[in-house]
């Protein structure tokens, strides 16, 4: 804690730890002692390097050192410095505060102490000199100023004890006082509601820190311990000086890649409220989309990158399972074809009946698996067995992403499980996936699949061993006639690659979207659009996401009402910036709200009179955690 | 608004003897509206007898009504770097607030703060002439300022305070909160009490909208107090009065402070705060040598001794804000609790008792981390043991 102000007061640190020792440690910075009474115990845990630091500050005192002394020094210089870096970094700004505190008290003291150090260390040093085994204590016993020093101690620690008991503990709470407490919190110490485990070592990327939820999310984010940087478009004073000092800064636009790719280096988080300042085009696409879409892009580089220095694989990248492009990757994939209906397919001699598909790499070079399913209750599929790379299995991925393109038909994934020698034991898990006309990427969560039969256990991506792609013809419906071009029976499927989607504990991306709703009307369109893009290309990213859709922001302090969290664009009321950020800054650690998108507001009050029901709902508070509890319910990977 | 609101407090320098007690707490009580604003400082015998008179009718009217509005979310905590004032600002940047701390200048500035996300600026209650530019913008001011235990307690405690009431007043700042001290109407023969009740009397007087917060004791204070010595194995010094405090968490006041601010059902109110149970310094010190699993070494000193003391400083001019200090030695022998009943006030509030913090857990929570991390000290040491 006192590391930073000058040696006596170090040494004054020092004093205590040799007390906690419970030895008789005769260190030379103990003569430079001056009132070491301000310090609680609670500093003491802090101060541990400081001995190490006097020593090494003070290359002529190291030479005063007998050996022991200097051996000692040495060894908790080591483990200190080791242990405290970290801790010393999230703390600077308190330590500065409370070294000044400290100054301020203790000015007077220390200048005397100083000198009165200075004389007896040059007395020691003549003594030591002659008689180098002579106790420290002694010396000072014998010097008069040491004698004066020690009663003066010993008067002023009992005239303040004395003189506190008759106080006021209430209003005058003294320096000391203060200082002790400091240490408590900074320690994360008891009763600090606001500490979070690990935030020292945790540096969230704010994009868009000085919009209005960002601003708060920065403070709690400082409050909680959280290293924080900040991502903002122009270094002006004025932009600067409303962030906290100790945030990192970092100048760019989100629409530039290589400004978001200096910003997102060193972060393990990010929470994006940057929003559009207006609503053209141009702006809404270049930060609302491609604003996300790069900081996302950007993350996942970093990882990658950060995960080939340390020559392994990123936990947060994407497995590939199959990439087509070349004619020879279409190796292993078969093509098959049956029917739900087995004793009408083998007496298929129907007039318009007929199954028709291919699987193959065209001479534009794309995979496509193409044709037509007359008959009724056909299907065609190619599959192929899995043949992943050494070492990674599927249970470490969430989910797959495939990315197609084609006429835009709705196929079933299947995936098989079961022991790969016997075929007949295996069971078969199934999702729907839509694809557009032209390509996109679907995002096929594992938690989507349902077992073909009910009875089977869920889906464990452990044992899955062969990957089906299945067209089956929608029903076709009386009305619609019309045959051709748009016949639902024919499908065209362009196979580009088979990711799959890492998995993890918490989420890594928090995006502040909308609802829509408080945007002028004839604009709402063209910004949801853009808003949808940006939360579509984070989903894909692999990243971890939660995306908040909050209702019309007010700026009013939070915490005050009850939230409701939704899914399915049916809020109606408002909600203060404040609570949002509180959102975003409780969602950073909570798995449950990995991977989930939600929309919130505050909870509809109805008139006095008129109230339909009772809700029952909980204001945030310093006991609960209401965010678990509400997110939990909603759904995932949405 | 439009009238001028002269306003006059007058408060003696010193109560020297008890018998000047009834004057004293008639002449502050008395607001006296003066056609000047006359400043009288007046000797009366020996002792001196300052009479503050104050005209606050300023351009409060034009401020009002046009211009910008003044955002409610923006807020200004005076005394932000004590033990209750770095609560409330965390408090209030946690709920969204935009704070402003009014600090001191120093030599180095308060980081913290600042790190918290705050804005700093400095000024000094004893300097007038520094007040009102940081008054500019505010909706709130949250008062939790006190003078250091080492200065004159009149110097922030009154004349700073009224300073900045005036000007709070001047400027139309649109909600005052005041910390105060519990029982302080009973106690005028403690300076501190005297000057927190006469300033009590004072805001409600200004029409300012306003709540006033009695507060008892804050458990924080007992760490140093208590807990760090006993931890230390260092004597722990207590008095043998039957004085019963009702220890409160200082982030406890602050949280009810923002319910209380944004309630509208407390403003003009004085509300008092007290923790759930009241304790006398026995009880606290069995309860930390419990929790500590070792024995305090507690020297008792009785409040005979510390009255006596008091009686003695207090005849030299010299000594006499050590009097001062120890004044609170009056309480402690006139065997008063401190605490008060708090239902009617989390029903107001619509909080919930079971979420006020207990001074158990509150010193468990203490003892068992400090006591963690020392375990964690002692196993290295023993490992550096083994060069030594």
Known sequence: MVAAVSPPGAAGAATIIASFHGTHCASPSRAAAPRPRYHGSACCFAAKPTPAAAVASEPGQDQDVDDEGGVLGAANGADATLSTRKKRRARKGKRS??????????????????????????????????????????????????????????????????????QMSSASATEALAEAEQAVLSRGGPMCEFTVPGAQDTTVLVVGATSRIGRIVVRKLMLRGYNVKALVRRDD????????RSVDIAVGDVGDPLAVQSAVSGCSKIIYCATARSTITGDLNRVDNQGVRNVSKAFQDYYNEMAQLRAGKSSKSKLLIAKFKSAKSLKG????????????????????????????????????????????????????????????????????????????????????????????????????????????????????????????????????????????????????????????????????????????????????????????????????????????????????????????????????????????????QAISCADVADICVKA??????????????YEYVSEQGNELYELVAHLPDKANNYLTPALSVLEKNT | MATSTSLAAALPSRVTSPGRRAALSCTTSRAQPRPHPVRAVSSVGPRCRLVVTCNAQAAAPMSIGQGTPVRPTSVLVVGATGTLGRQVVRRALDEGYDVRCLVRPRPAPADFLRDWGATVVNADLSK???????????????????????????????????????????????????????????????????????????????????????LCGFMQGLIGQYAVPILEEKSVWGTDAPTRIAYMDTQDVARLTFVALRNEKASKKLLTFAGPRAWTTQEVITLCERLAGQDANVTTVPVAVLRFTRQLTRFFQWTNDVADRLAFSEVLSSDTVFSAPMNETYQLLGVEAKDILTLEKYLQDYFSNILKKLKGLKAQSKQSDIYF
């Open chain 1, 97 to 166: 505060a409370a070294a000044q505190q400290q100054e301020a008290e203790e000015e007077e003291a220390r200048r005397k102490a100083e000198e009165e150090a200075a004389a007896a260390k040059k007395k020691k040093a003549e003594e030591e000199s002659r008689a180098a085994s002579l106790d420290l204590d002694e010396v000072m016993a014998v010097s008069p100023v040491g004698l004066g020093r020690r009663s003066r101690q010993l008067f002023d620690e009992v005239w303040r004890k004395f003189s506190r008991l008759g």
């Open chain 1, 237 to 244: 004073p004025e932009v600067i000086d409303m962030l906290p």
């Open chain 1, 333 to 572: 994939w078969e093509v098959n074809q049956g029917s739900y209906f087995p004793n009408a397919y083998a007496s298929g001699s129907s007039f318009d009946e007929g199954i028709d598909a291919s699987f193959e790499f065209s001479e534009g070079g794309q995979a496509v698996f193409a044709g037509f399913v007359f008959t009724r209750g056909g299907y065609v599929e190619i599959s192929k067995r899995l043949s992943l790379p050494l070492g990674s299995t599927l249970d470490r991925y969430d989910g797959l992403l495939l990315s197609v393109g084609g006429n835009g038909r709705s196929y079933v994934v299947i995936l098989e499980t079961g022991p790969l020698a016997d075929t007949s034991q295996s069971k078969k898990y199934f999702a729907r996936m839509t694809t557009k006309v032209g390509f996109c990427r679907v995002r096929v969560p594992f938690s989507a699949f349902r077992p073909v039969k009910p009875e089977d256990p869920p889906l464990d991506p452990f044992l899955v061993h062969t990957f089906t792609i299945r067209f089956e013809p929608k029903r076709q419906r009386p009305g619609d006639g019309t045959q051709g071009a748009t016949d639902p029976r024919n499908f065209e499927l362009i196979l580009e690659y088979i990711k799959a989607l890492p998995t993890g504990q918490e989420t890594d991306f928090i995006l502040v979207s909308c609802t829509g709703s408080g945007i002028e009307p004839n604009r709402r369109e063209q910004v949801l659009k853009a808003k949808k893009a940006g939360e579509d290309a984070l989903r894909r990213s692999g990243l971890g996401y939660t995306i908040v859709r909050p209702g019309p922001l007010q700026e009013e302090p939070g915490g005050q009402r009850a939230l409701i969290f939704d899914q399915g664009n049916r809020i109606s």
């Open chain 1, 588 to 601: 950073l650690h909570d798995s449950t709200a990995r991977n989930k998108s939600f929309d919130v507001c």
């Open chain 2, 128 to 214: 007038p002439e520094t007040i009102p530019a940081t008054l500019v913008g505010v909706h709130t001011v949250i008062d939790c300022a006190t003078g250091r235990p080492e200065e004159p307690i009149r110097t922030v405690d009154w004349e700073g305070k009224v300073a900045l009431i005036q000007c709070a007043k001047a400027m139309g700042i649109q909600k005052y909160v005041f910390y105060s001290i519990h029982n302080c109407d009973k106690h005028p023969e403690v300076p501190l009490m005297e000057i927190k009740y006469c300033t009590e009397r004072f805001i409600q007087d200004t029409g300012l909208d306003y709540t006033i917060i009695r």
